[in-house]
């Protein structure tokens, strides 16, 4: 086990260069917050921010439009069911977040499939919350992409076939081993743990507690602004 504290962050975690821009730091599209769980593709569009994205696009229902921009008017937005645009936005990211407040329907299933169907080997997709549900639901075959997971302990359960008292380290490495080669696994818990495909170890995170047993933790998965150094 390798920990993730405040020395490796330093390490990770630089200064930014006086002549850069902001397509220097990437350009990630945020799809989700469907009807009823607007709030939950707002968190993450406000962490992806904070965190330092250069380039922050959101697809959600149409009505969540204006409370995001009242709270986040750096963040571009469209409706998901734009397909045109949805489908150009997704040529045009690095990196892809699927999942947050996405509800189990027939929309959301269309959008999954989308979004497996059109994204690229050198694209990064994370997979949270309702994608994770759906796709395993339907048992889809995962896209070739440079796979994130950010299952909590039930969601992994519906991967992995592990119940929650199962899922110790061996048999999550067991179950991380059967991921497509070199996906990411970052396992929320009480203790959350980071693992990669291929690899013997895994990192876990040294904060964290009760106080984020909270509905839309999940879906900002890492306040970085605490450590931001720009």
């Not at 009480?190 to 047993?213: F, H, M, N, R, S």
């Amino acid at each position: 086990m390798l920990r993730v504290d405040q020395t490796l962050l330093q390490q990770v975690i630089v200064s930014r260069q006086s002549d850069s821009y902001k397509g220097d730091y990437g350009r990630l599209l945020l799809i989700g917050g469907t009807y009823p769980y607007g709030g939950a593709i707002m968190m993450s569009a406000l962490a992806a921010v904070e965190s330092g994205a250069g380039l922050v696009t959101v697809a959600t229902d149409q009505e969540n439009i204006p409370a995001l921009h009242s709270q986040l008017p750096e963040a571009m937005a469209f409706a998901v069911t734009d397909q045109d645009l949805l489908a150009e936005q997704i040529a045009k990211a690095g990196a892809i977040l699927l999942g947050p407040g996405l509800k189990d329907n027939d929309l959301g299933t269309h959008l999954v499939q989308l979004v497996f169907d059109k994204v690229q080997p050198h694209q990064v997709l994370i997979l949270d919350g309702g994608a994770i549900s759906l796709y395993t639901r339907l048992a889809l075959p995962l896209p070739q992409a440079q796979l994130v997971f950010t299952p909590h302990q039930k969601e992994w359960e519906a991967m992995s076939g592990l119940a929650i008292g199962e899922q110790g380290e061996d048999r999550t490495q067991m179950a991380v081993g059967k991921l497509p080669e070199g996906s990411i696994l970052v396992q929320k818990g009480p203790q959350t743990k980071i693992w990669q495909q291929g690899q013997p170890d895994y990192y876990q995170l040294t904060v964290g507690g009760p106080y984020q047993a909270t509905g839309g933790m999940g879906d900002t998965l890492l306040w970085c602004h605490r450590w931001r150094p720009w």
